[in-house]
């Protein structure tokens, strides 16, 4: 079965410029998360899905991260403008619903703001 | 609120050392207890898990067993490999939507 796929794999950019980074979530999941991993903060949860809608955003540092889920196979987090302190690894990740369920992560996308 | 910690790393072990990664948590009810494993470049996976008091959680050679008692989820494993070296998370939930993470370990197994 296919897991998590998110794309690009990597993305380098200047300042100021947009950025967009996709995410397909397992098929029949009806829970998407996106997480920011840094060395110095670790692993941050920035806002989830359940069925498409957002549930919680709080984590979103602010107003230039905006994340839709347009259908339940397709999520993406934007970043406008961006800055190089939001250079990261960021991960979607989808999970069943009821009970404790694992989450799934994808491999993540290794965004550096030059 | 419910938060996970960790034993801080980095561990270094050689091959066919016996590992623990001590995880405490910290929880109003009883959560469900999860060990996810982060090799590079790669994201985090499901090693194993535990969802109530006393269950053990087993996969590859890794063991930890839910601990209500000391509040301890501690990943053990009898003989570790070079290909083990990754990053271990701790974590726990009540259900998929929030899910606490441990800040992580890192293991270095030398041959």
């Known amino acids: 079965d296919a897991g998590v796929i998110q794309s690009p794999r990597h993305e380098v950019t200047e300042m100021g410029q947009e950025v967009t980074l996709r995410c397909k979530p397992i098929?029949?999941?009806?829970?998407l998360f996106w997480y920011r991993q840094t060395m110095m903060r670790g692993l941050e949860l920035l806002i989830y899905?359940?069925?498409?809608?957002?549930?919680?955003d709080s984590g979103m540092p602010e107003d230039r991260f905006s994340a839709k889920m347009p259908n339940a196979s397709f999520s993406t987090l934007k970043i406008q403008p961006s800055e190089p302190r939001d250079s990261a690894v960021y991960f979607c990740?989808?999970?069943?619903?009821?009970?404790?369920?694992?989450?799934?992560f994808g491999d993540g996308t290794r965004l550096s703001i030059l | 609120g419910d938060s996970v910690t960790q034993m801080e790393g980095p561990v270094t072990l050689s091959e066919e050392a016996f590992l623990t990664i001590n995880c405490t948590y910290t929880?109003?009810?009883?959560?469900?207890l999860f060990w996810y494993v982060q090799y590079p470049g790669e994201g985090l996976q499901l090693l194993l898990k535990?969802?109530?008091?006393?269950d053990k959680g087993s996969n590859k050679g890794f063991e930890a067993t839910y601990r209500k008692e000391t509040t301890s989820f501690h990943l053990e494993k009898g003989s570790v490999q070079v290909s083990d070296s990754a990053v271990y998370f701790c974590?726990?939930?009540?259900?998929?939507?929030?899910?606490?993470f441990g800040a992580g370990t890192r293991l270095t197994v030398k041959p």
């Open positions: 990740a989808s999970s069943n619903t009821g009970g404790a369920q694992p989450q799934h």
């Open positions: 098929s029949g999941h009806d829970y």
């Open positions: 899905f359940n069925n498409n809608v957002p549930i919680d």
């Open positions: 929880a109003t009810g009883y959560p469900s």
């Open positions: 535990a969802t109530k008091a006393d």
């Open positions: 974590a726990l939930t009540y259900n998929n939507n929030d899910m606490r």
